[in-house]
Each structure stands twice: as C-alpha cells, then as structure tokens.
Nanobody, 122 residues
C-alpha cells in the first residue's frame, strides 16, 4: 500500500512557474510507475505526465510537452512536476498517482494523492 501526498500548488500569473511535489510512504515506491493527472471544474480527469520506475522514460500530454518536466528520486521516495510557462488553461487540481502498467490511463493507477490546486491567472 502506497500513500501519496502532493504539495506545491498555488496561484501564479500566466507565464510563471510552479513545482509540484509528490511524497510517497509505504509500499515500494521504486516499483511503481508514477503519473500526474489534472482535473478542471466540469471536465474529466486528464493525463499530464508519467515517468517509468527507473526514471529512464517519460511521457507527456501534447498540451504540456516542452513546458512541464516530470522527475523522481526513488531514494527519497519523491516525485516532482516542474511546470513552466503556465497558462490559464492549466488551472486544475493536480493529482499524483502510482502503480500502473499504462502511463496514460487513469483507470490503471491504483494509488492516488488527494490533489493540489493550481490556479493560473491571466
């Protein structure tokens, strides 16, 4: 069983940056693929980025490619999402997730954090 806790959300102006963190406890963090998803009001949860168990492979939604960077440090049981050049349409609750054999599908992830709000003002 893995518990995930996100932090680092907040309010930022368009063009600014935020760094989200995901702290894991319990289970074997290094055994799980890790992903970030987001959900805006009135919209379905959508894939943002994912990273393989070793960190050697990364996956991004087209909407964030080139602006967001996902990373992890297994020894510290931590994951992160660096978000640059933020846009108002990036406003959403961001969730960290783990344990999936499909990086893109939210339904395949077994563990989720509680989410952290990111608001980008224009």
């Amino acid at each position: 069983q893995v518990q995930l806790v996100e932090s680092g959300g907040g309010l930022v102006q368009a063009g600014g940056s935020l760094r989200l963190s995901c702290a894991a406890s319990g289970g074997s963090f290094s055994s799980y693929l890790m992903g970030w998803f987001r959900q805006a009001p009135g919209k379905e949860r959508e894939f943002v980025a994912a990273i393989s168990r070793s960190g050697g492979s990364t996956y991004y939604a087209d909407s964030v490619k080139g602006r967001f960077t996902i990373s992890r440090v297994n020894a510290r049981r931590m994951g992160a999402l660096q978000m640059n050049s933020l846009r108002p349409e990036d406003t959403a609750v961001y969730y960290c997730a783990a344990n999936s054999n499909d990086p893109y599908s939210s339904g395949k992830y077994g563990y989720w954090g509680q989410g952290t709000q990111v608001t980008v003002s224009s």
